[in-house]
RNA sequence: CGGGGUGUAGCACAGCUGGCAGCGCGCCAAGUUUGGGACUUGGAGGUCAUCGGUUCAAAUCCGGUCACCCCGACCA
C-alpha cells in the first residue's frame, strides 16, 4: 500500500512537494533549481498556452521568436533593468571552444533584444501599434528555488508591444492584464486581484506593474502575471522612435507581460487537499477517467464495449477522456487518479452494464460526489459536472480567501493579521521607506494596490496620513 | 549568500562500536483477487556521491571535494 501525502495541515511545504512528484507533474533535474516537467505537467502547461494563445491572437498580436542568448552590453542599456537583473544571470563566457569577446547572457527576459529589433521595425505612426508576444524559456538564476513556483529555468509567455502614445500603452498594459484574470478565473479556477504593484515591486524599468494576486492554501501570496507599462524608458534606451502625422519624431511608448509556468504551482497551491491535486477542469489533461469495474473475462467483456462506446460519445463532445486499462484494483485506481486530481471519474460495472447506467463521481466533494447516471445521460451530465466542478473550485477558493483577508486601521492589527495568517487590507500612504520597513518587521509585502477599490481614499493605517489607497499586504511566495 | 540536513537498488530508508549489501514500496512471472489503496510464491535490480588516507579487511573510521534538499534574506 502506498502511503498517503502529508497533509496540509501538518506540512504544507512538504505536502505541496511530495504532491508535484506523486500526481507525476514532474521530475527532478540533474542540475540546480531545473525541473523537468513530466507530460502530466506540461500538458496543464499546454493548456494554459491554448487558452492565452487564443485571446492574444483574438486581440491583434503575433507571436514571434526572438534569440535565447542576448549580448551583455544590450542589458546595460536600461540602467534600472541591469540592476535588477544582474545578480540571477547567467553567462555564457566560452563557445566553440574560444573564448567570447562578448559574453552573452541567456536571457531571463527579453525586453532587451526585442527593444533593439523594435527601433529597426517601427520607422512611422503607421507601424503603431506593434503588438508581438512569443513563447520562450527564460533563465534567472535564483537562490533558493521551488518546483513551478521558481525554478531557474521557466517556460513562459513574453508580450511586448510598442505605441504611439502612453494611454494606448496603458489601455494594453490593463487589456493584457485583463486575459490574465480570464485565464486564472475561466481557466484556473482562482479568483485573483487584479492591481498594481507599488515602486519598491514594481519591474525593473517599468513605468508601472499590474498583477494578479493569488491567495494559496497556506494563505500565503502568489504573483501569478504580471503586465508593466514601460513607459518611454525602453524606447528611450533603445531608441525606439517613431515619425508622427505631424512628421515629428517621437519615442514610442512600450509594454511587456509575461506569464509563466508558475501558474502550475498557483493551481496546486490554491486547490489542493490531502488527497492530492485538484485541476481545474478547462486546464485539466484528464477531464473524465474511465474505470471499468470487473471480476472475470465474462464481466470484463461486458463492460468494455459499454465504456468503448461512452468514451466515443464524451470525445465526439470534446470531452479530454483516458480509459484507465491498468491491472490494478479499482480501489487503487480512484486513489490514484484522485491524487493526480482529474475532475470526474466514470465507473462502469457489471451492475451498471445490466441496468443501463454509469456512475460519475466528482473530484471537488468527497464521497458524496457520487451518482449514478442513466448511459443516454452521461455526456450531458459530464458536461454540467465539469461546470460544477469549476464553479465549485472556484467558489471555495473566493470563500477561503475572502476569509483570510482581514479589514486593518491601525499597525498594531495589520501585524495580528500577518502574524495569525492571512491578508491585511486598509488604506495606505506609505514612502517606499515605511514600506520597506513594515516588510523587514512583518515579514508582509505589499502585494497590490487593488483597481478595484482605486478610487477610495482613507487614513493611512502605518502613517495616520490622509489620502491613503487601499493596499493588500501578505506574505508571499 | 547565511543556517541546517542528506548522499546506499526506480522511490523512501536501515546498516555506521570495521568482517558475505539489507528492509518496505515499486518492477517482472505465475496463481488467487478486483464496486475505495488485494494476497501468496518465485525472481530481476548495487561504482554504498567522489577523491585520498588508516587497516589483513572500509558503506562503516579520518581528511578533502562535489552535488542535491530544507529553512531564511533576494526574486515571476
Redesign the pocket.
Known amino acids: 500500500?502506498?502511503t498517503?501525502l502529508t497533509p496540509q495541515s501538518e506540512d504544507f511545504?512538504k505536502w505541496y512537494?511530495e504532491i508535484v512528484y506523486r500526481a507525476d507533474l514532474a521530475a527532478?533535474s540533474p542540475?540546480?533549481?531545473c525541473i523537468i516537467f513530466k507530460p502530466y505537467g506540461y500538458e496543464i502547461w499546454e493548456n494554459i498556452r491554448a487558452f492565452l494563445d487564443r485571446r492574444f491572437k483574438e486581440t491583434g498580436h503575433q507571436n514571434a521568436y526572438f534569440p535565447l542568448f542576448i549580448p551583455e552590453s544590450y542589458l546595460k542599456r536600461e540602467a534600472e533593468h541591469v540592476e535588477g537583473f544582474s545578480?540571477e544571470l547567467a553567462v555564457v563566457t566560452v563557445a566553440g571552444g574560444q573564448v567570447l569577446e562578448e559574453p552573452l547572457v541567456v536571457r531571463p527576459t527579453s525586453e532587451t533584444v526585442i527593444g533593439e529589433a523594435f527601433s529597426q521595425w517601427i520607422q512611422s505612426y503607421r507601424d503603431l501599434p506593434l503588438l508581438i508576444n512569443q513563447w520562450a524559456n527564460v533563465v534567472?538564476w535564483?537562490?533558493?528555488?521551488?518546483p513551478f513556483l521558481?525554478?531557474a529555468e521557466?517556460l513562459w509567455q513574453e508580450g511586448h508591444t510598442a505605441h504611439a502614445t502612453h494611454d494606448d500603452a496603458e489601455a494594453e498594459t490593463l487589456q493584457m492584464l485583463d486575459i490574465y484574470a480570464e485565464l486564472a478565473i475561466d481557466g484556473a479556477a482562482l479568483p485573483v486581484i487584479k492591481g498594481q504593484k507599488s515602486n519598491i515591486e514594481r519591474?525593473a524599468g517599468a513605468l508601472r506593474t499590474y498583477t494578479i494576486e493569488a491567495m494559496m492554501r497556506d494563505t500565503k501570496a502568489l504573483?501569478s502575471g504580471?503586465s508593466h507599462n514601460l513607459g518611454q524608458n525602453f524606447a528611450k534606451a533603445f531608441d525606439i522612435k517613431y515619425l508622427s502625422r505631424n512628421n515629428e519624431l517621437e519615442y514610442c511608448w512600450t509594454t511587456s507581460w509575461?506569464l509563466?509556468?508558475?501558474m502550475i504551482g498557483a493551481i496546486i497551491m490554491a486547490h489542493g487537499d490531502d488527497m492530492g491535486l485538484r485541476l481545474p477542469p478547462r486546464l485539466a489533461p484528464i477531464q473524465v477517467v474511465a474505470i471499468p469495474?470487473?471480476?472475470?473475462e465474462g464481466e470484463h467483456s461486458q463492460v468494455m464495449p459499454v465504456i468503448d462506446r461512452l468514451t466515443r460519445e464524451l470525445r465526439a463532445a470534446g470531452v479530454r477522456v483516458h480509459v484507465d486499462n491498468r491491472?490494478?484494483?479499482?480501489?487503487?485506481k480512484?486513489?490514484?487518479w484522485?491524487?493526480r486530481g482529474v475532475p470526474v471519474r466514470l465507473?462502469?460495472?457489471?451492475?451498471?452494464v445490466a441496468n443501463g447506467k454509469a456512475?460519475l463521481?466528482r473530484r471537488d466533494m468527497g464521497?458524496e460526489g457520487?451518482q449514478f447516471v442513466a448511459q443516454e445521460g452521461v455526456v450531458a451530465a459530464v458536461r454540467d459536472l465539469l461546470d460544477a466542478v469549476h464553479a465549485n473550485l472556484l467558489a471555495q477558493a473566493t470563500a477561503f480567501r475572502d476569509a483570510n483577508i482581514h479589514t486593518v486601521t491601525s499597525y498594531d492589527q495589520m501585524k495580528q493579521v500577518i502574524e495569525t495568517g492571512g491578508w491585511a487590507r486598509g488604506y495606505w500612504a506609505g514612502s517606499d521607506e515605511d514600506e520597506r520597513r513594515v516588510?523587514e518587521e512583518t515579514?508582509a509585502t505589499l502585494r497590490c494596490l487593488p483597481l478595484e477599490s482605486a478610487q477610495e481614499r482613507g487614513t493611512c493605517f502605518y502613517t495616520g496620513q490622509q489620502g491613503g489607497r487601499i493596499a493588500l499586504f501578505g506574505k508571499?511566495?
Open positions: 500500500m502506498t498517503k511545504s512537494n527532478q542540475v540546480r533549481g545578480p534567472r535564483e537562490l533558493r528555488t521551488r521558481r525554478t521557466f519591474f504573483q504580471t509575461g509563466s509556468t508558475r469495474v470487473y471480476r472475470d491491472e490494478e484494483t479499482p480501489g487503487f480512484f486513489n490514484d484522485e491524487m465507473e462502469v460495472g457489471p451492475k451498471d456512475v463521481a464521497k457520487k516588510k515579514g508571499a511566495y
